[in-house]
């Protein structure tokens, strides 16, 4: 499992596994390398996986966030590994903040060397708009990200603690009070709630609840979500590649219409839509999850 350098001289870990045609998955918030295995572990005979941490996730976590755009980060790290690894012709999927981090691959290279494109319960557009309600938490947007400017707020006047740990009670109950409900409506699994806010009262259940914990990536994860800025639609109609996108029609994080959308823009689109799935089709349908997994690698 080797380490790459990145452009910023920093060893990012990523998971290599398997024998063939070359797969780049990235993952979604919450989520490291590891979450993939079950899924890629059928196909390993024909196709090699490449698997990073992004920065402050699995083993990467020592990485820290060092520009705003959150998603600008993660794509130069993501140019940093197919550079490394000279992956050409190679196939590549993103799961929900993965999913992002392609479509802004997309736009800058144009998704030069992907060969196919799978794209997971995610939105071409993050935010709403005019012309798009399908953001984040659809209808509801204004009110969750009203909380996360709260949240940002709150964090933004201690900058100077390095961890969720080391705020001060008080500020640290608020904190994962926020936290543990935007996490549960992303899970769709409101019971997790009481049980992430009752971390506040022991830190060290902090690191064991949150996969993110350091407040200066916090902070720039809700500077670049709440902005609301990035918009992949008009970039989408210059895609070359085949895309395919699978959407949890019970996503409680992005409408299923705002998703199947992509194939308004995207010139070669297939639409699988899972039915039973809400935001984690790899929790809520496995085995469906793993059979399209199979037939986006073949090509069927």
């Known amino acids: 499992m080797p380490h790459i350098t990145t452009r910023d001289q920093q060893s990012l870990h990523v998971r290599v596994i398997g024998n063939g045609k070359p797969v780049l998955m990235l993952h979604g918030m919450g989520m490291h390398s590891g979450h993939w295995l079950p899924f890629v572990l059928p196909y390993l005979r024909h196709f090699r996986f490449y698997l990073p941490d992004l920065r402050g996730a699995g083993r990467s976590s020592h990485l820290r966030m060092n520009q705003s755009d959150i998603f600008q980060n993660h794509m130069e790290d993501v140019q940093d590994i197919i550079a490394h690894f000279a992956l050409k012709d190679f196939l590549l999927a993103g799961y929900s ?19 196919r494109y799978l794209h997971i319960d995610q939105t071409p557009c993050v935010g709403n708009r005019d012309n798009w309600s399908f953001g984040l938490f659809g209808e509801r947007q204004d009110e969750v990200f009203t909380a996360l ?77 709440v902005s609301g800025s990035h918009d992949y639609r008009d970039s989408l109609r210059d895609c070359a590649v ?59």
């Open 97 to 115: 903040l993965g999913g992002s981090t392609a479509l802004h691959l997309q736009r800058e290279t144009g998704f030069a060397d992907v060969r």
């Open 149 to 225: 400017q709260q949240l940002r707020i709150l964090l933004d006047d201690h900058a100077h603690v390095e961890q969720l740990a080391d705020l001060p009670f008080a500020i640290r109950q608020q904190v994962t009070g926020i936290l543990s409900d935007v996490f549960s409506r992303m899970l769709g699994r409101r019971a997790i709630g009481p049980l992430l806010k009752l971390s506040s009262r022991w830190p060290w259940l902090l690191s064991q609840l949150f996969s993110m914990t350091h407040v200066q990536d916090i902070r720039a994860y809700l500077a670049s979500y």
């Open 242 to 300: 085949p895309v395919t996108v699978m959407v949890g029609m019970r996503s409680p994080l992005y409408h299923p219409a705002g998703q199947m959308a992509i194939a308004d823009y995207a010139p070669q689109c297939r639409v699988v839509a899972l039915k039973k799935s809400g935001h984690v089709p790899l929790l809520d349908e496995p085995v469906r999850f793993t059979r399209e997994l199979g037939r986006f690698l073949h090509g069927k």
